[in-house]
Structure formats: structure tokens, C-alpha cells
């Protein structure tokens, strides 16, 4: 099956520094990656939608000058969260979509990156 | 836009009883229909999924039901083992062949625990 790795894991950081995420299809090219944040015991809210190549498209509400998305390659893209915040502590989970033959419309997730901002 | 509510949010069953998932949505246009897993910690598993074009699809102990006339659609475990305690996410989205995006739309999502 088709696997989307994280790193890091975890990460902690203190108020106002910057933490990069990495998010990679490993067997498979995705043109789009999706970035979710999960708050506890609530569901996945996405964030913005990454093309290879060109500019992520933001939701509603989402600070694209906060947290940016670089979509370079068909198997990497890359979440920063700028001077961040306690309030940005979250749970950031990336998912990606199987271009393969047969797998057009699974979107797979990775495990998702574990963001605590002191 | 698209719109997923999903019931209940919490479901105890006893270990080998069968538990049952419902969502609705309201884009009639929507296509697709994932169901997810997630363990504590874990990025969601995606565990099984029907497209509109089918009403039910199975795969071992899980299967899923579609009624496109009534917008909604549901998940059944059967034979439910410990294993099975998670959070269950159903999702809906409006899906197409080719590149490009789409989105996926999730409900709230159910605590399913399995009492052994």
C-alpha cells in the first residue's frame, strides 16, 4: 500500500521560533499533499492543499504567511510554522493523494507530527 | 460546501458483537466515501472506502453501506475484537480521475471501544 512518512514525530519548541515539518510519499508521486491540524478529540480541519510546483491554496482562516507550504518535488512537501505560538500546539498530519493506476481517488495519511510551542 | 455529520460520536460494544457507524452528507454531488481509522497518536488509516456508483462493499469484518437517494452512507464491523477500539472518521468528497485536488470533508468522528 501506499505509505506517507513524517518528520519529525514530536517536536517542541519555544514562542516565536520557527519548526519545519517534512511530509514524503515514500513508493509512491503525489502532485497534491493535503495539511490537516487536529486539535484533541476533534477532527481533521484542513489548512491548505500543496501542488507540486506551484502555490499551496489556503482554507479560510488560515494564515498563509504563518505557516508555509513548499510543494517542490512529487514525493516531499514541507510545512513551517512561523514564529509560532502556544496556540499553535497541534497535531499536523499531512495526507497524500495516489496518482497510481487504479488508486485515483485514495488520499493517504501520514502519521502526523506531534507540535508542542512553549 | 459539503457537509458530514456522523453518529454516534461514542459506541461501547462487548467484544464479538458487530457496531455500526452512520454518516449523511448533503453534496449530492459527492462521489467518494472513505472511512478512517485512528489510533491515539496515529495519523488516520484509511480501512475501507465505496464510490457512488456502488451501494455496499465489504472486506472481511468491515463492510459499507451507500444510499445516494438518502445521502448517507455506514460503516459495519462485525465480530469486533479489542484491536478494533479507535477513533472512526467517515469522510465525503467530490473525487475525479486525473490530477488535480480535491477535498475530503470528515465527519466528527466515533470513539468505538470494544469491551472484552
Known amino acids: 500500500g501506499a505509505v506517507v512518512s513524517q518528520h519529525p514525530s514530536r517536536v517542541i519548541c519555544k514562542s516565536g521560533t520557527s519548526v519545519k515539518i517534512e511530509c514524503r510519499s515514500l513508493?509512491?508521486?503525489?502532485?497534491?499533499m493535503f495539511w490537516y491540524r487536529q486539535f484533541p478529540k476533534q477532527s481533521l480541519m484542513l489548512m491548505a492543499t500543496s501542488n507540486e510546483g506551484s502555490k499551496a491554496t489556503y482554507e479560510q482562516g488560515v494564515e498563509k504567511d504563518k505557516f508555509l507550504i513548499n510543494h517542490a518535488s512529487l514525493t516531499l512537501s514541507t510545512l513551517t510554522v512561523t514564529s509560532a505560538h502556544p496556540e499553535d500546539s497541534s497535531f499536523y498530519i499531512c495526507s497524500a493523494r495516489d496518482l497510481r493506476q487504479g488508486a485515483l481517488y485514495e488520499q493517504y495519511f501520514g502519521p502526523g507530527t506531534r507540535l508542542t510551542v512553549t | 460546501g459539503e457537509n458530514v455529520e456522523q453518529h454516534p460520536s461514542t459506541l461501547s460494544v462487548q467484544e464479538g458483537d458487530s457496531a455500526v457507524i452512520k454518516c449523511t452528507y448533503s453534496d449530492s454531488a459527492s462521489n467518494y466515501f472513505p472511512w478512517y481509522k485512528q489510533e491515539l497518536g496515529k495519523g488516520p488509516q484509511l480501512i475501507i472506502d465505496i464510490r457512488s456508483n456502488v451501494g455496499e462493499k465489504k472486506d472481511q469484518r468491515i463492510a459499507v453501506t451507500l444510499n445516494k437517494t438518502a445521502k448517507h452512507f455506514s460503516l459495519h464491523i462485525t465480530e469486533t475484537q479489542p484491536e478494533d477500539s479507535a477513533v472512526y472518521f467517515c469522510a465525503a468528497s467530490l473525487a475525479y480521475s486525473g490530477a488535480g485536488s480535491y477535498q475530503l470533508t470528515f465527519g466528527k468522528g466515533t470513539k468505538l471501544s470494544v469491551i472484552p
Open positions: 513508493d509512491f508521486q503525489a502532485t497534491t
